[in-house]
């Protein structure tokens, strides 16, 4: 159950004319009266022997008495809205069940608390069998203003407790970061135009994907302007930008006039301030030497996720998932367009998962930021997909550890997106990874390479081993394992170096794991005559081990 409250200036005469009115795209079906503060107030939808404009006028009127007793001395907010809605799976509750649901919430609210006789005067109108309305005024029959100290998380445990009551779908508690929904007027609009998605919810994605896209704030407005969104500059009298705003083409009002989204209304962390301070945590750092693979970048910084979850402080794993979300916003445009809907879906999912009261260091996740930013440049330097799949199996893991580490500090909403985003990934990953390891996997080496691969398999990772050798994708690491031979590495230590990045344990197959692992690995420079000896020399077996199979010439290709 969602309760949402708006606050209004003036009257309640028009608040009440479209709660009773037919509503934007005619929604507004039966609108009658089912509780109000004093059991028997004006009801427009069961007068049927007067007006119903006048009956309108009347209620407004008893409503607004204790405000224009104050005369000049009235608030200048004088006008409480709320809507409660119930999710689509919930049963109809019936008139006298709304009714209750009105009473718990106004008291919830410090409106009309129980048993308080000098209470604000409120109404519950209900139009449709999902919700209602509750409209009251800002001040007490008394002449006092209410006590409504912190009315929206009261309103929502209430709202926690009558779905417990009631039988109802158990929402997760909220701390107050997630975006902002679009209102019922905003999802009316979309339906009436063909649209899947509100121009809000739209405009946050694009926004979103200029800032993991871009490196300043010069860029990010440009990023967004190459999208085909409109932006308009806030201004101080100094000069200086202090803020922006954002709109669709064609989205407008009944005035024609665009309509326009600030920063921070489309999310919390979209705030021109917010996007700044990431931007001066994440400057990018001149490149030193020769460039890399930047699928593997990515791929080596998501999977140091996992240890900053366990390790670091809460802040720098803030920071992590930030980043993590602002690759996977940015993934779908350097994808295949057969995963890019799934991608979408799991970027949308995993926004609520970055976020939470505690502040991220975005400096520390610079290595992510940047090396997805590269992929982004240049999507088609590896499109083979075998770049992609490895990121994606490195960001399942991660963000298996974000939905634990949201659970161990009780954020009930972060946690549910990720576990969401996790079933999206699962699904891409399994779409992207199958061509890729099934090209590896036809490329696979003789029985006596696979052997000496597998010797050494038991040897180093024993409680893995079986299960990797039954695995569909163990041709496949086979493959990768005689690759890297044939550019001059050194199979076992290559093996050795991808079981030491990382614990098996928690992959869900390990022999992909580690195919990507020895991907990357078989790809860097090969080490030098000196090094290749060190490395021989440190896998000598040692004094009751049994030596190493050996190396069949016609094994390295």
């Not at 004319?17 to 028997?40: C, I, M, Q, R, T």
């Not at 309108?56 to 000049?72: H, I, R």
């Not at 063909?194 to 200029?210: H, N, P, S």
């Not at 970027?347 to 400096?363: G, L, Q």
Request: proline content about 7%; glycine content about 6%.
């Amino acid at each position: 159950m969602i309760p949402k409250i708006i606050l209004g200036k003036g009257s309640t005469r028009r608040l009440i004319a479209y709660l009773f009115g037919k509503g934007a795209a005619n929604e507004h079906v039966d609108p009658h009266v089912v509780a109000s503060w004093n059991g028997f107030a004006p009801d427009p939808g069961r007068s049927p022997h007067r007006a119903p404009k006048d009956v309108e006028k009347q209620l407004s009127t008893q409503l607004d008495q204790p405000v224009a007793m104050l005369g000049s001395g009235a608030p200048k907010t004088t006008v409480w809205h709320c809507p409660v809605r119930a999710a689509p799976e919930d049963p109809i509750l019936t008139d006298t069940q709304w009714a209750e649901i009105a009473r718990r919430v106004v008291a919830a609210a410090g409106i009309a608390p129980v048993e308080d006789a000098e209470g604000c005067r409120w109404v519950a109108v209900r139009h449709a069998d999902d919700h209602i309305h509750v409209a009251a005024t800002l001040v007490r029959q008394d002449g006092r203003r209410p006590r409504r100290d912190h009315d929206i998380r009261a309103v929502q445990r209430e709202a926690r407790r009558i779905e417990k009551d009631f039988g109802l779908r158990r929402l997760r508690p909220g701390d107050g970061t997630a975006a902002k929904r679009p209102t019922s007027k905003e999802h009316f609009k979309a339906k009436r135009l063909g649209q899947d998605a509100t121009a809000r919810d739209v405009l946050r994605t694009r926004v979103r994907r200029a800032v993991a896209a871009a490196s300043s704030e010069a860029e990010f407005f440009t990023f967004l302007q190459a999208t085909g969104v409109k932006v308009r500059a806030k201004t101080a009298p100094s000069g200086d930008v202090t803020g922006y705003s954002v709109a669709l083409p064609g989205d407008v009002n009944n005035q024609q006039q665009p309509v326009w989204y600030s920063g921070s209304t489309l999310a919390g962390d979209l705030s021109l301030p917010k996007i700044r301070r990431r931007f001066d945590a994440t400057t990018p750092e001149p490149v030193v030497g020769r460039p890399t693979n930047p699928w593997h970048q990515a791929t080596a910084a998501t999977e140091r996720i996992p240890h900053h979850l366990t390790h670091s402080t809460d802040d720098v794993a803030q920071g992590q998932m930030a980043a993590l979300g602002a690759a996977l916003d940015l993934l779908p445009l350097a994808s295949p367009a057969e995963a890019r809907g799934e991608l979408e879906q799991a970027a949308v999912a995993f926004e609520r998962a970055t976020r939470s009261r505690i502040a991220a260091d975005h400096a520390s996740a610079r290595a992510l930021r940047r090396s997805v930013q590269a992929i982004w440049n240049e999507p088609t330097r590896h499109g083979d997909g075998a770049g992609l799949a490895m990121l994606l199996d490195a960001a399942l893991t991660a963000v298996a550890y974000a939905m634990h580490w949201h659970r161990t500090r009780q954020h009930a909403q972060q946690q549910a997106a990720a576990e969401a985003t996790l079933v999206r990934l699962q699904t891409v990953y399994a779409q992207v990874s199958e061509p890729v390891l099934v090209a590896l996997a036809a490329r696979a080496p003789g029985p006596q390479a696979k052997h000496r691969y597998a010797y050494h398999l038991r040897r180093a990772v024993p409680e893995h081993a079986e299960r990797i050798l039954g695995d569909v994708a163990w041709n496949s690491l086979a493959t990768v394992l005689a690759e890297a031979e044939a550019t001059g590495h050194v199979a076992s230590a290559l093996l050795d170096q991808a079981l030491a990045q990382r614990t098996l344990d928690d992959a869900h197959s390990p022999a992909r794991a580690l195919t990507w692992r020895i991907r990357r690995l078989g790809e860097r420079h090969v080490p030098g005559p000196r090094a290749q000896a060190a490395k021989a020399a440190r896998h000598i077996t040692g004094p009751g081990v049994a030596p190493s199979p050996p190396r069949h010439p016609g094994q390295r290709r």
